[in-house]
């Protein structure tokens, strides 16, 4: 008989931080923040579209009463789908609670050169080059661009970096911008790659990173945008960097009420403009650092937070934004593979569905795709615990094991030939003896996460090729458009 | 017409340990030199495999079984190559020390050379110094090989090469030893000629101490 009564499988380890009852709690510590505090929004046109839901207004303050919150998460989609530019399904993300997609992170004003190795501005050749190495690392599942481009006209880093990167790589891109219009630039241009508005809606290409202010403020920009996305069905983040201590309470459930809250008010104006659109929460989640004052990104507590925040927000059945591979170092060292290890593996057990900020160095103020390249093996590591342990018949081997008896070996087995391939193999950790690793010139990880970077960048071409005429015509067109655009907006003088 | 050796070369790397003997079988019956088949047929296969399994394009079962292929080859092969046909492919004595019970170490090993075209005389674990000694007289190996995975075990293979001394035969055989503690360095302390990092470079460690011998 090959069926079983009353037999339990785990598919992947069963990880979590919080019970139901506490995310209970802390779901509805966030209904009674938003009900009795409150959020400021400082956009007019959003305090009317609440206020015409139910909700009070005073001022720029918005009280959200529960209603209001239930029905807007009754309506966010269970699942979403991201596709490839280039028509092809195997980048395809979907966007569906214990799925996780890991990926770099946006605007931080400095970069690690990869041919010096020093710290210095973000550059616009950078983003090609990220999205670029992004493209060749199978465990990137999105793209961002670890950084903010310096050394294009001021207010349009944004649209040069969404028109570089889009072109540079089939993997789909997290972009964000600074205002509406830049919004609106990066959406004809993901609508350019997707061939027609109508064919977006089908197929959406790339995701769109908002961000409000912690603790509880939706400044103009950050809800103008959200409202943006949401009207054109742009698959949308919009969650807070919050601070431990800082901008939420030191306490880690306090910390997850505000940041739940704070994230919900993009939840319900998305919601309400357009019931279904893809909304995705969750933000940075670390403590402040009371010594150093900053905040911390290689924090035990990320891990810890990010993952009961992962928690919390599915709870909500909301995607989640998370975090991992990020580090407080300030040039790639036993530190930075020890932070980024340890929150890659909280993050991948947590299932968050989004997972940013893979090449975060110095505390996330330097972008380094040494960090991502890194981090791209310990994904892969960390994807095998995720894995779990097939038991059947076939995996226990119990014949097997009386075919060689005690003393025996496996090595000339039919079943290991069938099954050693499932092993993890490294790319950049080295196994070879001692005197292979001599013969070798003695390379550190440091100098394999170098070399393979180098030879990616120089030697991996990307699909720069493939993009359609039409498409770099109509990019090209964007961005002149867009520097019209600004000159318009900023007067003579001004920059 | 010539017998196609390329079919055994192929076959080998293949791994198909039941297609090579036919083949080899064939290849004789079409009058094929023997040791046309052993030099243009299995080695170069199993230097073909050796790169591969160097490069990562290749993996231990998959190299073990080629091994084997080459093996059951060479068993066909073997009463019909001259001593100096045989050349590099001579006999290997091959056992792990008393109070060492670790098998596969030793086995692999003896595997590699297997794939090299030796013959190899695997006489266990746990073998008394004698054993080693009797062994290298009864079979008159051109290798002997001594395996330990303990620190414990590992004098055994010192006190064995005095045996070899005292018995008279220390000049004519080559000792080589390996396992996981054992290092280039302790090899040359306990007076042995050949130490392998790995089953792979014990192989071509050995090919490289004999081609040098020759010149």
Redesign the interface.
Same mark, same amino acid.
């Given at each position: 008989m090959k069926t079983r009564t009353n037999y339990t499988t785990y598919q992947s380890p069963q990880f979590s931080i919080l019970s139901e009852d506490q995310k209970e709690r802390i779901y509805n510590g966030m209904l009674r923040t938003l009900q009795y505090t409150g959020a400021n929004v400082h956009h007019e046109g959003a305090r009317e579209l609440f206020k015409k839901a139910g909700c009070k207004v005073d001022g720029v303050r918005v009280y959200f009463p529960s209603e209001v919150i239930t029905n807007a998460l009754a309506t966010v989609p269970p699942v979403t789908e991201i596709f490839p530019w280039d028509g092809t399904t195997e980048k395809k993300i979907t966007v569906e609670k214990n799925r996780s997609y890991f990926g770099p992170g946006p605007t931080p004003p400095n970069f690690i050169d990869t041919e010096t190795l020093e710290r210095r501005k973000y550059l616009r050749k950078d983003a090609s080059l990220v999205a670029r190495v992004c493209d060749a690392l199978p465990n990137m599942g999105y793209v961002q661009s670890l950084g903010s481009i310096s050394d294009v006209t001021n207010g349009l880093a944004d649209v040069y970096e969404f028109a570089d990167m889009v072109r540079n790589t089939t993997t789909p891109i997290m972009s964000w911008s600074f205002d509406k219009e830049g919004c609106r630039d990066i959406h004809r241009m993901g609508i350019a790659m997707a061939g027609s508005e109508e064919e977006f809606r089908q197929r959406p290409n790339y995701i769109f990173y908002g961000e409000p202010i912690s603790p509880l403020v939706s400044d103009y920009h950050a809800i103008d945008k959200c409202m943006y996305c949401a009207e054109n069905r742009i698959p949308q983040v919009y969650s807070p960097c919050a601070i431990g201590g800082g901008t939420v309470p030191a306490t880690h459930a306090g910390q997850l009420v505000v940041a739940l809250s704070e994230s919900m008010v993009g939840v319900i104006a998305s919601q309400l403009i357009s019931p279904g659109t893809c909304v995705i929460i969750g933000g940075v989640q670390s403590i402040l650092d009371m010594q150093y004052s900053i905040y911390s990104y290689g924090a035990p507590e990320l891990s810890l937070l990010s993952a009961a925040h992962t928690e919390v927000v599915h709870h909500c059945g909301l995607p989640m934004y998370s975090q991992s591979g990020c580090t407080d170092t300030k040039k790639m060292d036993m530190q930075s593979a020890m932070e980024a290890s340890l929150s890659i593996n909280a993050a991948m057990m947590s299932g968050a569905n989004f997972v940013h900020d893979n090449g975060y160095t110095e505390s996330g103020l330097t972008g380094d795709v040494f960090q991502t390249v890194l981090d791209d093996e310990l994904i892969s590591m960390a994807r095998v615990i995720e894995r779990g342990v097939e038991v059947n018949e076939e995996t226990m081997a119990v014949e097997q094991i009386n075919n060689v008896g005690p @003393? @025996?070996?496996y090595?000339?087995?039919d079943h290991?030939?069938n099954w050693? &391939?499932e092993h993890w &193999?490294p790319t950049l950790m080295n196994r070879s003896?001692?005197?292979?690793w001599v013969q070798q010139g003695e390379k550190t990880l440091k100098d394999r996460v170098i070399e393979k970077t180098r030879d990616l960048r120089d030697n991996y071409e990307g699909p720069r090729a493939k993009v359609p005429a039409r498409a770099d015509e109509e990019i090209e067109k964007i961005l002149k458009e867009a520097e019209e655009r600004i000159k318009k907006e900023q007067p003579a003088g001004k920059k | 017409m010539s017998y196609d050796l390329g079919k055994i070369t192929e076959t080998l790397i293949q791994g198909k340990v039941d297609r090579l003997t036919e083949l080899t079988q064939e290849a004789i019956d079409s009058n094929a030199e023997p040791a046309k088949i052993l030099n243009e047929g299995l080695l170069p296969g199993m230097d073909n495999v050796g790169e591969k399994w160097k490069n990562g394009e290749m993996f231990m079962p998959e190299v073990l079984r080629c091994a084997k292929a080459m093996s059951k080859s060479m068993d066909i092969l073997r009463p019909r190559l001259t001593e100096g046909e045989l050349g590099s492919a001579g006999t290997l004595v091959i056992g792990t020390v008393a109070g060492d019970l670790h098998d596969i170490g030793k086995d692999l090993v003896g595997m590699m050379f297997e794939g090299a075209g030796y013959k190899v005389i695997n006489i266990g674990i746990d073998q008394p110094n004698e054993n080693f000694v009797n062994a290298a007289i009864e079979h008159k190996p051109d290798v002997l090989g001594m395996s330990a995975l303990l620190t414990t075990t590992m004098p055994r293979m010192g006190e064995v090469v005095n045996s070899l001394k005292e018995a008279g035969i220390r000049d004519q055989i080559t000792v080589m030893v390996g396992g996981a503690p054992v290092t280039e360095e302790y090899a040359q302390e306990i007076g042995a000629d050949l130490y392998g990092a790995n089953a792979s470079t014990a192989v071509d460690v050995t090919r490289e101490y004999f081609a040098k011998a020759k010149n």
């Amino acid at each position: 008989m090959k069926t079983r009564t009353n037999y339990t499988t785990y598919q992947s380890p069963q990880f979590s931080i919080l019970s139901e009852d506490q995310k209970e709690r802390i779901y509805n510590g966030m209904l009674r923040t938003l009900q009795y505090t409150g959020a400021n929004v400082h956009h007019e046109g959003a305090r009317e579209l609440f206020k015409k839901a139910g909700c009070k207004v005073d001022g720029v303050r918005v009280y959200f009463p529960s209603e209001v919150i239930t029905n807007a998460l009754a309506t966010v989609p269970p699942v979403t789908e991201i596709f490839p530019w280039d028509g092809t399904t195997e980048k395809k993300i979907t966007v569906e609670k214990n799925r996780s997609y890991f990926g770099p992170g946006p605007t931080p004003p400095n970069f690690i050169d990869t041919e010096t190795l020093e710290r210095r501005k973000y550059l616009r050749k950078d983003a090609s080059l990220v999205a670029r190495v992004c493209d060749a690392l199978p465990n990137m599942g999105y793209v961002q661009s670890l950084g903010s481009i310096s050394d294009v006209t001021n207010g349009l880093a944004d649209v040069y970096e969404f028109a570089d990167m889009v072109r540079n790589t089939t993997t789909p891109i997290m972009s964000w911008s600074f205002d509406k219009e830049g919004c609106r630039d990066i959406h004809r241009m993901g609508i350019a790659m997707a061939g027609s508005e109508e064919e977006f809606r089908q197929r959406p290409n790339y995701i769109f990173y908002g961000e409000p202010i912690s603790p509880l403020v939706s400044d103009y920009h950050a809800i103008d945008k959200c409202m943006y996305c949401a009207e054109n069905r742009i698959p949308q983040v919009y969650s807070p960097c919050a601070i431990g201590g800082g901008t939420v309470p030191a306490t880690h459930a306090g910390q997850l009420v505000v940041a739940l809250s704070e994230s919900m008010v993009g939840v319900i104006a998305s919601q309400l403009i357009s019931p279904g659109t893809c909304v995705i929460i969750g933000g940075v989640q670390s403590i402040l650092d009371m010594q150093y004052s900053i905040y911390s990104y290689g924090a035990p507590e990320l891990s810890l937070l990010s993952a009961a925040h992962t928690e919390v927000v599915h709870h909500c059945g909301l995607p989640m934004y998370s975090q991992s591979g990020c580090t407080d170092t300030k040039k790639m060292d036993m530190q930075s593979a020890m932070e980024a290890s340890l929150s890659i593996n909280a993050a991948m057990m947590s299932g968050a569905n989004f997972v940013h900020d893979n090449g975060y160095t110095e505390s996330g103020l330097t972008g380094d795709v040494f960090q991502t390249v890194l981090d791209d093996e310990l994904i892969s590591m960390a994807r095998v615990i995720e894995r779990g342990v097939e038991v059947n018949e076939e995996t226990m081997a119990v014949e097997q094991i009386n075919n060689v008896g005690p @003393g @025996g070996h496996y090595l000339y087995e039919d079943h290991t030939m069938n099954w050693f &391939r499932e092993h993890w &193999r490294p790319t950049l950790m080295n196994r070879s003896s001692y005197e292979d690793w001599v013969q070798q010139g003695e390379k550190t990880l440091k100098d394999r996460v170098i070399e393979k970077t180098r030879d990616l960048r120089d030697n991996y071409e990307g699909p720069r090729a493939k993009v359609p005429a039409r498409a770099d015509e109509e990019i090209e067109k964007i961005l002149k458009e867009a520097e019209e655009r600004i000159k318009k907006e900023q007067p003579a003088g001004k920059k | 017409m010539s017998y196609d050796l390329g079919k055994i070369t192929e076959t080998l790397i293949q791994g198909k340990v039941d297609r090579l003997t036919e083949l080899t079988q064939e290849a004789i019956d079409s009058n094929a030199e023997p040791a046309k088949i052993l030099n243009e047929g299995l080695l170069p296969g199993m230097d073909n495999v050796g790169e591969k399994w160097k490069n990562g394009e290749m993996f231990m079962p998959e190299v073990l079984r080629c091994a084997k292929a080459m093996s059951k080859s060479m068993d066909i092969l073997r009463p019909r190559l001259t001593e100096g046909e045989l050349g590099s492919a001579g006999t290997l004595v091959i056992g792990t020390v008393a109070g060492d019970l670790h098998d596969i170490g030793k086995d692999l090993v003896g595997m590699m050379f297997e794939g090299a075209g030796y013959k190899v005389i695997n006489i266990g674990i746990d073998q008394p110094n004698e054993n080693f000694v009797n062994a290298a007289i009864e079979h008159k190996p051109d290798v002997l090989g001594m395996s330990a995975l303990l620190t414990t075990t590992m004098p055994r293979m010192g006190e064995v090469v005095n045996s070899l001394k005292e018995a008279g035969i220390r000049d004519q055989i080559t000792v080589m030893v390996g396992g996981a503690p054992v290092t280039e360095e302790y090899a040359q302390e306990i007076g042995a000629d050949l130490y392998g990092a790995n089953a792979s470079t014990a192989v071509d460690v050995t090919r490289e101490y004999f081609a040098k011998a020759k010149n």
